[in-house]
C-alpha cells in the first residue's frame, strides 16, 4: 500500500496531537509548519518541517512558508491525468493526501475590544486559505480538514479501508470551502466598517452574512412557496433556533415564524409567564403564580384566537399546566422544559410539537438574551438592515403627564400592557389587568380600529374593560383614540408620546379621568 502524506498545519491545536499520533500509527508520513510542527516533534513524532520539504525557508515571519509549488502541486495533481503524475515525478513532487488545516483567528481577533487595524490584519491568513481551497478543489485526491470535529471520522475510514472515501472526501471539500466563505466575509465585513478617523461604521460598506441550513420546510407561507430554516453560524444561547423539538410533526414555516414572536414575547418576563400567539400576534399573555395559572388567565383572553395557536412558558411545563393546555388544539408548545408528567400528557397527541429551549443567561448585550443585534427585511432586489427593537422600559424612564396620578397596581398593569404591545403588529393597542391581557387590538391602519377591535375581543370573551390599562405601540395623532378607550372602560394609559396633539390629548385625559404616563419610546412592528 502506498504510503500517505498528510501536512497538518493549525491556528487551534484542538485535537491535532491525537491525531497526528494515529495518522503516524497507521504509517502516514507527517509534514507540518511552525508551532504545530515544534507540537509534533515535543511529542516525539517524526515530523518534517515544510521547509525542509520544500527546500525553501520560512520568511517574512513565517507569511510565506506554504506557498510553494512543492505544496500545491502535492495538493492539486489529479492523479487520473498522465501528465500531472509525470509534471509531479520530473519536479520532485509528493502528493500530500490528507491536509488539516485551521486559520488564523480573525474573527476572535476583530471580537476583542481594542483590537487595532494592524492586528486584523496579522490575522489574516493567506497560505491557509490557499492550501484549503486547492485541497478543496482536488477532493478526489485530497481530503481537507479545517475542523477538528472531522478528525475522528477520517481516522474510522482510515482504519477501515486504508483511505477515506468519495463521500467523505467530498462532503469535507465543501466544509471548507464554506469555512473559506465564512473566513472570507469577517474579512470583508471588518475592513468595509473601517472609517477614516479608523472608527467602525454601524453597517458596514458590504455587509456577507453567513447563515447555516437547519432544514427544508415542507412549504412556505403558503402551499405554493418553498421554504427552508437558516441559522446564524453562531446562534445566540437561548435563541428559537438553538431549541430542540421532543416530539410531534416537522416544524412548518408559520409555526416558526409564530413560534419566535411567542419565544420572544415570554422571554420579556422574569416571573412566570405564558404566551399564546396567532399569525404572529400575541392574543394572550398573562402572568401567574405558576405556568398552569398563567395559561388559564392568557387563554381567557381570546379563547377563539387560541385554537391552534403557539404557546410559549418561561418556566417548566409542570402536570398541571400541560393537563389544561391538553385540552385544547394547540399546534406548538415551548418551555425551558417539561417534567415528566408534561411529556406524559401529550404523548398521546403526537402532532404537538413540544420545543424545549433553554432561556438565556440574561445580561446587557442581545446575545446575552438570546436576542438578534439586528433585524433585516427584504425589499425589491434590496435589504433593509436596522437595530432589534431590543428597548426595555424602566418604571424610572416613565413621565406622568396628567393630573391623575397612576396607582401603584395601575403601575404594574401598565408595564405589562407595554411589554405586550411591543410585540403586537401595528398599529397594536393592548387593554390589561390583573397581569393578563383583556383586549388586543393589532395591525390595523387606524389606531381607532384596533382600539375598537381590541374592545369587541375583550366583551367577546366576557371580559370587563372597566378599571383597565391600556399601551399604544405609538402615539395618540388626536384625542378620538382616547376618547375610544375611555369610552370601553380605561382608567389608565400609556404611550410614547411626541404628537403635534399631545397636548391636547392630555386635556383628553384629563377630561376623562384617565391617568397617563408617556415613555417616549415607540415600538412599531411591522
Known sequence: MTQLTALLSVSDKTGILEFARELHALGTKLLSTGGTAKLLADAGLPVTEVAEHTGFPE??????????????????????????????????????????????????????????????????????????????????????????????????????????????????????????????AAISNYLSALQEDGSKAEYPAQMNSTFVKVQDLRYGEN???????????????????????????????????????????????????????????????????????????AFKTDPTSAFGGIIAFNREVDGAAAQLVAKQFVEVLMA????????????????????????????????????????????????????????????????????????????????FAWTVAQYVKSNAIVFCGGGMTLGVGA??????????????????????LTGSAVASDAFFPFRDGLDVLADAGATCVIQPGGSMRDEEVIAAANERGIAMVLTGVRHFRH
Open 59 to 184: 520568511m517574512m515571519d513565517g507569511r510565506v512558508k506554504t506557498l510553494h509549488p512543492k505544496i500545491h502541486g502535492g495538493l492539486l495533481a489529479r492523479s487520473d491525468l498522465p501528465e500531472h503524475v509525470a509534471a509531479m515525478q520530473q519536479h520532485g513532487i509528493t502528493r500530500i493526501d490528507i491536509l488539516a488545516v485551521n486559520l488564523y483567528p480573525f474573527e476572535a481577533t476583530v471580537a476583542k475590544p481594542g483590537c487595532t487595524l494592524e492586528d486584523a490584519i496579522e490575522n489574516i491568513d493567506i497560505g491557509g486559505p490557499a492550501m484549503v481551497r486547492s485541497a478543496a478543489k482536488n477532493w478526489k485526491d485530497v481530503t481537507v480538514l479545517t475542523d477538528a470535529a472531522q478528525y475522528a471520522a477520517v481516522l474510522e475510514e482510515l482504519k477501515a479501508n486504508g483511505k477515506t472515501s468519495d463521500k467523505m472526501r467530498f462532503a469535507a471539500s465543501v466544509a471548507a470551502f464554506n469555512r473559506i466563505a465564512q473566513y472570507d
Open 223 to 297: 402551499s405554493h412557496q418553498t421554504a427552508a430554516l437558516y441559522r446564524d453560524l453562531f446562534p445566540a444561547p437561548g435563541s428559537l433556533v438553538t431549541g430542540k423539538q421532543l416530539q410531534g410533526k416537522e416544524l412548518s414555516y408559520n409555526n416558526i415564524a409564530d413560534a419566535d414572536a411567542a419565544w420572544e414575547c415570554v422571554k420579556s418576563f422574569d416571573v412566570p409567564a405564558c404566551v399564546i400567539v396567532k399569525h404572529a400576534n400575541p392574543c394572550g399573555v398573562a402572568i401567574g403564580a405558576g405556568p398552569a395559572e398563567a395559561y388559564s388567565k
Open 336 to 415: 425551558p422544559s417539561f417534567s415528566a408528567e408534561a411529556l406524559e400528557a401529550f404523548k398521546g397527541k403526537v402532532n404537538v410539537r413540544l420545543l424545549q429551549i433553554a432561556l438565556p443567561a440574561g445580561g446587557s448585550r442581545p446575545w446575552d438574551q438570546g436576542r438578534n443585534a439586528q433585524d433585516v427585511k427584504r425589499v425589491g432586489s434590496g435589504l433593509l438592515v436596522q437595530t432589534s427593537d431590543n428597548h426595555f422600559l424602566k418604571r424610572e424612564d416613565l413621565k406622568i403627564v396628567t393630573t391623575l396620578q397612576p396607582t401603584a397596581q395601575q403601575l404594574d398593569d401598565l408595564m
Open 443 to 464: 395591525g390595523q391602519m387606524s389606531r381607532l380600529d384596533s382600539a375598537r377591535i381590541a374592545s369587541i375581543k375583550a366583551q367577546h370573551a366576557g371580559l370587563s
